[in-house]
């Protein structure tokens, strides 16, 4: 679902500049603007490099989260219960799950890389974020289900 939602933005992304004004002010035709303000370059708008220390902190937020993730989904399938968004099948190779994860850290950071190109900085932020949160608050139910216990055979 979020990568649909990352192509849906995108599809949008070059009609619409999220961050920059849409045109310049102008000034009223009766005022003369000097010479010397004309020809003074423009300040360019507070832009950050993509591997910067605020998103590295939260692509690392991301990969823990996705981590911690792993780890409780794996306890919730070894205490009997049933993963709901993945097959058990997937979840039961380790391996293969493993790599469902990191798959996840990684297109977490190309959306946000996406976004950066785009100069739509608030959203490279809050993928992050959102990622962060939705992992770990998966992590935090599976961890709170009761165990699963199998009825006895009469």
Not at 27 to 36: G, H, K, L, R, W
Not at 86 to 100: G, I, K, P, Q, R
Not at 114 to 119: A, K, M, Q
Not at 121 to 134: A, D, M, P, Q
Request: charged share 20%; proline share 5%; hydrophobic share 45%.
């Amino acid at each position: 679902m979020i990568l649909l939602l990352v192509l849906a933005t995108f599809m949008g992304a070059s009609k619409v500049c999220a961050q920059a004004p849409a045109t310049e002010p102008q000034a009223p035709p009766e005022v003369a603007v000097p010479t010397a303000e004309r020809n003074q370059p423009k300040k360019p708008a507070q832009e950050h490099r993509f591997w910067d220390k605020k998103n590295d902190w939260l692509f690392a937020g991301v990969g823990a989260a996705r981590t911690l993730d792993y780890f409780s989904t794996l306890n919730l399938r070894r205490r009997g219960d049933q993963e709901i968004l993945v097959t058990n099948d997937l979840v039961d190779n380790h391996a293969a799950f493993a790599v469902v994860e990191a798959a996840g850290t990684g297109v977490s950071i190309g959306a946000s890389y996406l976004f950066h190109r785009y100069g739509h900085h608030k959203l490279e932020r809050w993928t992050s974020i959102v990622h962060f949160g939705l992992a770990t608050s998966g992590a935090v139910r599976n961890y709170s289900l009761k165990t699963a216990h199998r009825a006895a055979a009469p």
